[in-house]
């Protein structure tokens, strides 16, 4: 009998499969083959990659991992291994892994144990509760690697299904401002919640480095945390028969032993992994050019998944137009349980959109119900916005990368204002004004509305203070520099430059000079370029040029999912509930009223945390 099977074997702790033939054993490529992962790219842009201007790519961490999912989807186990290669040019005494998940949960989710470093003699000891400091006998020389494997075991943490809705969330940002926008800030990347498992920061990755060495911890959890830096993954996944997966890279789904479903997942050149994964997913797909483009979505919120498949094919063909070619074959869109805020969370050839944007919400009769009886008015604009929105993390900062933590405008007021390009390239200029006003502008107003002062938006993720600052400058004062850049150069110079900062720094990490040269490249403009970008991100003219706003407008962006927390911009929006003021539902408020909101308030806290 002729064709394939699928043979388990166990090398190191590490969990590979190795194709055989019925003719003979011929295992495939390693994943420490680089060329192999490079087949999740398009041909066309793997043929085009700037091998001679990229980091070397026999030098990009490379991770393998053989993850194994819970029958419950609650927890997994995970073996990993780890290839790290030196390039400071110097020896370094040591390698730190960061598990990222760990530094926004208390107690941490993800433990680590079994930690070896193949032939070489090494110590592995926790460094803080997110980092893991591996010291190998005699360092690690200039150009040389070092190959670690560790076991990881694992407890999603569990949102209840409520607690994700469009009420639940929108009383947490509130509760967020009433506590000054402080606390630990988790997105729901990695946890379970309405039958889905999200499987975000799920295991060690080389820790970014600064001037200084490896970074062990943050000082704030605002903002992404990550690594910022290129590398491969190879991963095979084991989970219950009847769940389906979506995954960073290319997924092929090798059959089933013994109730237990098999999956190989490859992802060259990507910046991030993540892992979805529930019994209830089904998904749609559309092909833009030669661009699988899917949407996944449980199967009760099918309208809105395709809505969604709509929208992100859509804005991938508005960016392949403005910005340049997308890189990978398949741009996967899944419906998730994103909390904290947050619509969306990107990762690298896939963007999460939150649950409570696919359904509408409750209807009913008290103070809140009126406050929210609009709302399922809203999400479908809401939903199209962070959709667009994520879809432009794709380029910013996917092709393009960026410190995210020293420069979080980079990528985060350009997918704003690249959802405000969508917006004019499909429904013309009226409506991209209108939701530059409702999804971005909304943000800054907000903050300043709550008493917080105007700041710089190019600093350090460390140095907003809170959510609603980050939000404010980041998410709504940030995205419009680029309106105002665009008016001064033209949209013929302003796009090509666009296409041109791209190009350049596609696959690389790009900088606020490197992006101020790109728009000024051979304008005659350029002084006052500089000056714009200065003004923008760097002085406090907020108020000036975006102006401020009253309570009854911030209490409909914060209840339509826009400007509350950290993550208003992730994509979300506002508006007005239709036939309800809430400045008038606001002068009506009687104590009951106020106390209902209160136990509300108190009862949507996910742990005690907004």
């Not at 704003?416 to 969508?422: S, T």
């Amino acid at each position: 009998m002729s064709g394939r099977s699928k043979a388990l074997v166990t090398r190191g702790g590490v969990a590979l499969f190795l194709a055989v033939w019925s003719a003979g054993a011929e295992p495939v490529a390693p994943f420490t083959d680089p060329e192999v992962l490079l087949d999740t790219l398009r041909p066309s842009v793997k043929a085009a990659l700037p091998r001679t201007e990229m980091p070397e790519m026999a030098h990009l961490p490379r991770y393998e991992l053989a993850i194994t999912l819970d029958k419950s989807l609650q927890a997994y186990s995970l073996d990993e291994r780890v290839l790290f290669t030196n390039d400071t040019g110097s020896r370094i005494p040591e390698l730190v892994l960061r598990l990222f998940a760990n530094a926004t949960r208390s107690p941490p989710p993800i433990a680590f144990d079994h930690v070896t470093c193949g032939m070489v003699a090494c110590s592995a000891k926790p460094d803080g509760p997110s980092a893991i400091r591996i010291v190998p006998a005699g360092g690690i020389a200039p150009d040389g690697s070092l190959e670690v494997d560790l076991h990881l075991d694992a407890k999603l943490p569990v949102t209840p299904a409520e607690r994700t809705s469009m009420l639940s969330q929108s009383l947490a940002g509130l509760a967020a401002m009433t506590s000054g926008g402080r606390g630990p800030t988790d997105y729901g990347i990695l946890g379970f919640s309405d039958g889905i498992a999200a499987l975000g920061h799920c295991f060690a990755v080389v820790a970014r480095r600064d001037r200084h060495g490896f970074v062990r911890a943050e000082r704030s959890t605002l903002g992404d945390l990550g690594t910022d830096e290129l590398s491969f993954v190879h991963a095979q996944v084991r989970a219950p028969v009847g769940v389906n997966i979506a995954a960073t890279g290319v997924v092929v789904r090798d059959g089933a032993v013994d109730g237990v479903a098999h999956y190989t997942v490859n992802a060259g050149l990507v910046r991030d992994f993540t892992v979805l994964a529930s019994s209830r997913f089904t998904s749609a797909a559309a092909n833009v050019g030669d661009v699988v483009v899917r949407s996944h979505f449980l199967e009760r919120d099918r309208g809105s998944g395709e809505r969604v498949l709509d929208f992100a094919a859509r804005a991938l063909a508005v960016f392949e137009n403005r910005f340049g070619p997308y890189p990978y074959k398949n741009l996967d869109v899944v419906e998730a349980p994103v909390i904290g805020g947050a619509g969306g969370v990107e990762f690298s050839g896939l963007v999460t959109v939150a649950g409570m944007f696919y359904r509408p919400a409750p209807a009913g009769g008290g103070f809140l119900d009126q406050l929210m009886a609009g709302v399922g008015q809203l999400q479908g604009p809401i939903l199209e916005f962070t959709t667009a929105h994520e879809v432009a993390h794709q380029y910013f900062h996917g092709l393009v990368g960026s410190d995210s933590r020293e420069h979080a405008f980079l990528d985060e007021s350009l997918a704003q204002y690249g959802a405000l390009v969508y917006d004019e390239d499909r429904y013309g200029k009226e409506r991209a004004a209108e939701d530059a006003d409702r999804h971005v502008r909304m943000n800054y107003r907000a903050m300043r509305l709550l008493g917080k002062p105007d700041g710089a938006v190019d600093q350090p993720v460390d140095a907003f203070g809170d959510p609603i600052r980050y939000a404010g400058l980041v998410y709504g004062k940030g995205p419009l520099f680029f309106e105002k850049a665009r008016a001064l150069l033209g949209d013929a110079a302003f796009f090509e430059a666009m296409k041109r900062y791209v190009r350049r720094y596609r696959f690389r990490m790009a900088t606020p000079a490197g992006l101020r040269s790109e728009l000024a490249l051979g304008s005659p403009h350029a002084a006052e370029l500089e000056k714009l970008a200065r003004r923008w991100f760097n002085q406090t003219h907020g108020d000036d040029d975006l102006g401020k706003s009253d309570l009854g407008a911030l209490l409909a962006g914060v209840l339509g999912g826009g400007a509350g927390g950290a993550g208003a911009a992730r994509g979300s929006g506002g508006g007005v509930p239709s036939g309800a003021d809430p400045k008038d539902l606001l002068d009506n408020l009687d104590g009951q009223s106020v106390g209902q909101l209160l136990r509300m308030l108190e009862g949507a806290m996910p742990d005690g945390q907004p």
